[in-house]
């Protein structure tokens, strides 16, 4: 099946940041401890707000005011899958849009399971490496109208019958811990602004993958691009996306 | 009913920070898991020594010799609430000070809650932003001796006829994830050395809020902001500091 | 009694280093959460991968296919002691080399009686401060064979009739929290590449600490040192090894 394949420029970029910096979106994380800081920091650069509880009595409670919430299994604990389900449940209740990181499912039948239990709710947009998405390939099957973001050198967003792709960043963005995880964040601040996650997904890589580039040619290494990266996000306007995006 | 606003001068706070740099106080650290690596930076810069150790089976023989305890409801969990009465009981029985710092206690009653088990303690601070504040003013009413200290673009430093103001910092620091939680780490180095809550809180938050205002010369985003901060508290002395105060 | 004392050149270091590169081994690490991410991004910069599951339920999964494995105390949880004896039995399944790091293990009952639970393993090399090595003299005096790395001014690493020291390194890798911790994590990196335990540990050691005075020259506090130090190890070459181990 043929997939329309659909263009975002920078002027629609330009235009989920600056919502996203009117709104101030509280995207609430469920993600691993590895990639919090990180995923914070990113978040606030790009004019989000970020909440991590997890404790699953309160977890409810804190991410029912959310914009969207981000479920990332990298360091899943028996209390963080005690969490999910209270985050599904909330979700629906409130409509909450989904964004699930499915790190290293390639690994652990636990994680599988739980994908599927996330997979089961109602507005899910899932982003992974290619590995992570070709295990997850059987279950997206009976669900075709699942968002499907699988980030690398290109990006492709997919789902029934329609289909973009990011081509922005550097490799740097590989040796720097939680980045993608940073990204999948990012992803759900600009979902909780943009109705269409096709586009909210494109406009947030686009905007970190242009930041990427903007750091790359600030750094010396993987440590200082880290640094680079999140003063890039906070810095990017139109005219920054414009020139990379011609 | 009208408080003695006092003032601390820059002698007054190097007195402070050369006493961490040289009793190198430890603070033990039950805080969010976001925070955990800028909170332990600051207080390595600061001269004091972080420990967070939080398995309810050895908090209390970790937080023993402690100079003081923070407790920081970021990101707790069900073994950090079991955690927090061994703290609170090992900070009576060897008279350790308290700091607390109720991050979103709006968000969630479990956190009120526990808010309302610390402050039940001897000795304790509570260091938060204007919203965690007016939600745990009604917890204040029969406990006017509790020194508490709203953060924001002015500190104010209060108690049952006292008063003290801090002018000084960012608006980057709130652009970070973790100051604020920093912030309540190095009030509490403060305090494990100065007997004057008051006083310590009101030190803490004028070299920090310094190292801010040099840090933010520096920098040009959020993340170059943070690591020039570490630096600039790192490199902190008496001339810097009276620069600034006068 | 004597110990053997041997050198390692700038060739054989490069050389072990080059291995890391390209055999990217994954060392899987149960490690503390302040430390998580800059042991991430240290191993990243060498050219290793991490992995930092911790669920009881899945880190044997997760760990069975990693080079070495990183056992670290430093904020211990219950879920993470659950852990403990199946990544040793996995360890021993898959024949992984074990690296241990004690941290604060002289505050901690606990962690004592979890150090001697990793010591009855058959593949151990324990890197600790000279506190931490200290108390756990006692457990070392029947096991004469396990590899005792102790890190400080001068690193000795030590076993059975055998020694090395390495004297490389800044007095800023103690002012930034889990350089430390990061260290165990590359030294287990080396492990899973070269079989003699105390070459891969003098190889690792050597690295890091000659990438430290490199990121000292650059730094102008811990903060931009901790930025420098990932960039330096992300950059290092034999020439680089060798004008600084002559």
Redesign the interface.
């Known amino acids: 099946m043929s997939a329309f394949s659909e263009k975002l420029d920078a002027a629609g970029v330009a235009s989920i940041l600056a919502r996203v910096a009117e709104r101030r979106p509280r995207v609430h994380c469920l993600t691993?401890?590895?990639?919090?800081?990180?995923t914070?920091?990113m978040l606030?650069?790009f004019g989000a707000m970020?909440?991590?509880?997890?404790?699953?009595?309160?977890v409810a409670?804190?991410a029912a005011?959310a914009g969207a919430i981000l479920i990332n299994l990298?360091?899943?604990?028996?209390?963080g899958?005690r969490a999910i389900p209270k985050l599904l449940a909330v979700a629906q209740e409130h409509r909450i849009p989904l964004v699930l990181d499915p790190v290293?499912v390639e690994?652990?039948?636990?994680?599988l399971r739980l994908v599927g239990d996330v997979l089961a709710s109602f507005d899910v947009l899932v982003r992974g490496n290619a590995t992570e998405m070709a295990v997850l390939e059987p279950l997206f099957v009976p669900k075709r109208d699942i968002v499907r973001v699988t980030t690398g050198a290109v990006d492709r967003i997919e789902t029934e019958g329609r289909s973009l792709s990011v081509a922005h960043g550097h490799a740097w963005m590989t040796?720097?811990?939680?980045l993608g995880c940073a990204s999948s964040a990012l992803v759900a601040a600009c979902r909780a602004v943009e109705p269409d996650p096709m586009i909210a997904a494109a406009a947030a890589l686009t905007a970190y993958g242009i930041a990427g580039e903007i750091a790359a040619e600030r750094?010396?290494?993987?440590?200082?691009f880290?640094?680079?990266?999140?003063?890039?996000l906070?810095?990017l306007d139109e005219a920054a996306l414009a020139a990379r995006m011609s």
């Open positions: 691993n401890t590895v990639a919090q800081n990180v914070a920091n606030l650069a970020p909440s991590m509880a997890g404790h699953p009595d309160e409670a804190v005011g990298g360091t899943i604990s028996p209390e899958e290293f690994l652990s039948p636990l994680r040796k720097v811990t939680g750094a010396t290494g993987p440590g200082s880290a640094m680079h990266l999140i003063d890039a906070a810095g």
